[in-house]
């Protein structure tokens, strides 16, 4: 699948004054917090959030010029919660880069997230130089509160379910509502906000960015067992290898032979577990319909996620359009 010219276009525009907007905010000193603090920013990424924080305030008439700014306060709080979270899997490579904690090491790394933190708050505060008003600023930076909140909670859901064999796909969908889903949320809500959009609205575009969110961590989870390492940034097979519980995982283990499940839980968070094990336990994933049942799942999300954003009244319908087919594009099949 293809981007329309006018999308990429936008999402180019996007990321460019994103990271602008990042730069401007986060600098300072001791320089090497700094740059430990940019350097998955640096790295690339998709600017994802941003571009739905873009989309949603261009919808009810906000040029990305002044929305640019809350764009770069949820790509700079996404990128805090990367930083952490890669100290807690311990990975290596994220983006095809060392993480940060691997180059600064664990203590800076901590650090260095601590203050994206706070810089995200600054950044959306900026919002005010630009005319928008202190009670729409409250509420987006109320909104980002949320977010924070509740990403951590689905962070240490997603902790606990690595040490139980038990996880229902209805914990799995709780917790990536929380872990993944809520910063779409959030990032669309503000977006729509700040412009000014009415609250049946802002309640449309938060269901359309919750589902397509949890379709988002679903395809994901889809790519980290099949994809090419080159297309996930990080060495394959390490959700395995960390013991998570995708919903690929939790579906497997339900259907599974007793003798399918013990080799599955073999491998399942072992650090001794070779590539050829866990490239084995992928291949019996995928043979008990994992990867089908998890497509299914997924599309039902995003089909609910469209539908919430058609019963929306934008002033610049064509926003809206690149919203539809940006959730149809980051939730495709890419393997």
């Known amino acids: 699948m293809e981007l329309p ?44 959030r941003p571009l739905i924080v873009t989309l949603t305030a261009k919808m009810y008439g906000m040029p ?12 700079i709080l996404h990128n805090f919660t990367l930083i952490h979270d890669d100290i807690i899997d311990r990975d290596e490579l994220r983006r095809g880069v060392p993480t940060v904690h691997k180059l600064w090491g664990e203590d800076i790394a901590i650090v260095a997230g601590d203050l994206l933190f706070a810089k995200s708050y600054e950044a959306m505060l900026r919002l005010l130089d630009y005319g928008v008003s ?12 949320w977010a924070a909140v509740t990403v951590a909670e689905g962070q240490a859901m997603d902790i606990e379910f690595s040490r139980r064999e ?10 990536v509502r929380r872990k993944t889903a809520a910063l779409f949320k959030s990032s669309a809500m503000i977006g729509a906000l700040i412009a000014g959009a009415e609250e049946r609205d802002v309640d449309r575009v938060a269901e359309f960015a919750t589902n397509v969110g949890i379709a ?16 996930l940034g990080k060495p394959k097979y390490s959700d395995l290898r960390e013991g998570k519980k995708t919903i690929l995982v939790i579906y497997s283990l339900s259907v599974a032979s007793d003798e399918q499940r013990r ?8 650090s001794t577990a070779t590539y050829s094990d ?33 019963e929306t009244k934008p002033l610049d319908t064509e926003a809206r359009e690149m919203l539809k087919v940006l959730a149809n594009y980051v939730t495709r099949r890419a393997y």
């Open 64 to 75: 990305v010029e002044m929305s640019s700014w809350a764009a770069a306060s949820v790509e």
């Open 263 to 270: 080799q599955i839980l073999s491998v399942l968070g072992s």
């Open 5 to 48: 010219a006018n999308l990429v276009r936008l999402a180019s525009e996007v990321s460019e004054i994103t990271y602008k907007r990042i730069e401007e905010v986060v600098r300072g000193d001791p320089k090497y917090l700094y740059d430990a603090a940019m350097h998955l920013i640096r790295a690339g990424g998709k600017r994802l």
């Open 166 to 175: 038990d996880v229902t796909v209805e914990e799995y969908l709780e917790m």
């Open 134 to 145: 202190y009670e729409r600023v409250l509420r987006a930076l109320r909104e980002l509160t």
């Open 216 to 231: 988002f961590q679903i395809r994901d989870d889809e790519l980290g067992l099949v994809a090419d390492e080159k297309v």
């Open 278 to 310: 866990l490239e084995r336990v992928a291949r019996n994933i995928v043979e008990l319909g994992a990867l089908d049942y998890s497509n299914r799942v997924a599309e039902e999300f995003v089909r609910r996620g469209i539908s919430s954003l058609e």
